[in-house]
């Protein structure tokens, strides 16, 4: 099988993971067309689930994603892939990681563990 199995669910999570460091970068999903234009123009595109529309990362910010490799699960209904992450941030709050934040057992509250690249108020304005 070359292609996920979108006839056993049209949306599948994909894991974007640094191709160098191997740092998880973010979670997202697509769909058969975003997976079909990742493929084809090297450049990650996903789903956005929240607008319901083909998300081509970075198109605002600039911060986009070249493809690497793709890992297809046993199943064929998850994907890694493996990216260059350019301009350094793949969160849209301006974090290079979406799992900027980490839980404190002993306390149950969240630290910020990333460093911000950049300021979402510049980027995006007030639709982050």
């Known amino acids: 099988m070359n292609v996920p199995d979108f006839d056993k669910c049209?949306?599948?999570?994909?894991?974007?993971?640094?191709?160098?460091t191997g740092d998880v970068?973010?979670?997202?999903?697509?769909?058969?067309e975003a997976y079909e234009e990742t493929v084809r123009t090297g450049r990650v595109c996903y789903f956005?689930?929240?607008?319901?529309?083909l998300w081509r990362?970075?198109?605002?910010?600039?911060?986009?994603?070249?493809?690497?490799?793709?890992?297809?699960?046993?199943?064929?209904?998850?994907l890694l892939i493996k990216?260059?992450?350019?301009?350094?941030?793949?969160c849209h709050e301006?974090?290079?990681s979406c799992f900027f934040r980490q839980l404190e057992p002993?306390?149950?509250n969240l630290r910020v563990v990333g460093t911000r690249v950049f300021d979402p108020a510049h980027v995006y304005g007030n639709q982050s």
């Open 10 to 20: 049209e949306l599948i999570p994909v894991i974007a993971q640094d191709g160098e």
């Open 25 to 32: 970068l973010m979670l997202a999903y697509m769909n058969r």
């Open 48 to 53: 956005s689930r929240s607008r319901g529309q």
């Open 57 to 78: 990362k970075g198109e605002q910010s600039g911060h986009v994603q070249e493809v690497h490799a793709i890992y297809f699960d046993c199943d064929a209904d998850a």
């Open 83 to 90: 990216v260059r992450q350019l301009g350094g941030a793949a």
């Open 94 to 96: 301006g974090y290079r």
């Open 106 to 108: 002993a306390t149950g």
